[in-house]
């Protein structure tokens, strides 16, 4: 391993590289004459909004916001808007791209924040879901991968802002979590 602090690789580059084509695919279907606008939560989506939206084939534009809510590993159950939009959204088809879903409380806040600016729909796509760990009821619409409940880095994940560079999912070895 590279990266001596990972224990193990959960999803490879290349299983990644596919089942976000497919997701792409999809949605590209789903949305056939319509104009979706890809909400990026950052920073963890930005390398899964890429490679998605580059497997989109219908018009789209994208746009992105800063919500905070985690402190190393645990989440701290608040969350706070540190980047929001600058763009009117009524009336539009909103997807947004997390990284991950996890106990849900960030995307379920994020869904009621949207909401009330009346968007035409408001869709989910996440590269992995943790059903494990869910404590809202909120469900991902799109979902390249279903995941045991593990602290995973990678391709836009990170650990105190680390190994967001790998290039598959990784499992960081617990003893330093
Ligand atoms: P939720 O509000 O608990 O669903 O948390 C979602 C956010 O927590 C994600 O956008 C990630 O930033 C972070 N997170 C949750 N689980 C993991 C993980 O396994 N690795 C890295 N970040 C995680
Ligand atoms: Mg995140």
């Known amino acids: 391993m590279e990266f001596e602090k990972i224990a193990s690789v959960l999803i490879s580059k290349e299983d990644i590289e596919k089942r976000v084509a497919e997701l792409g695919a999809q949605i590209s279907k789903d949305y056939e004459g319509k104009e979706p606008l890809f909400v990026g939560v950052l920073k963890g989506c930005f390398i899964f909004m890429a ?3 580059r497997n989109v084939t219908v ?3 994208m746009d992105f916001m800063t919500v905070s809510s985690y402190e190393g590993t645990s989440s701290t159950g608040a969350v706070k808007i540190t980047k929001d939009l ?3 959204i009524c009336g539009k088809d909103i997807i947004i791209v997390e990284d991950i879903l996890d106990s849900g409380v960030t995307l379920k806040f994020l869904e009621s924040y949207l909401m009330v600016r009346k968007p035409n ?3 989910i796509a996440t590269l992995a879901d ?3 760990r869910r404590k809202t009821d909120i ?3 799109y979902a390249c991968f279903e995941i045991p409940d593990a602290f995973v880095v990678g391709y836009g994940l990170d650990y105190n802002q680390k190994y967001r560079n790998l290039p598959y999912l990784g499992i960081l070895n617990p003893e330093l979590i």
Request: hydrophobic fraction near 30%; charged fraction near 40%.
């Open 51 to 53: 490679d998605l939206m």
């Open 59 to 61: 018009d789209c534009s």
């Open 86 to 88: 600058n763009q009117d």
């Open 121 to 123: 729909s408001i869709r």
């Open 130 to 132: 943790k059903p494990a």
């Open 139 to 141: 469900k991902a619409d």
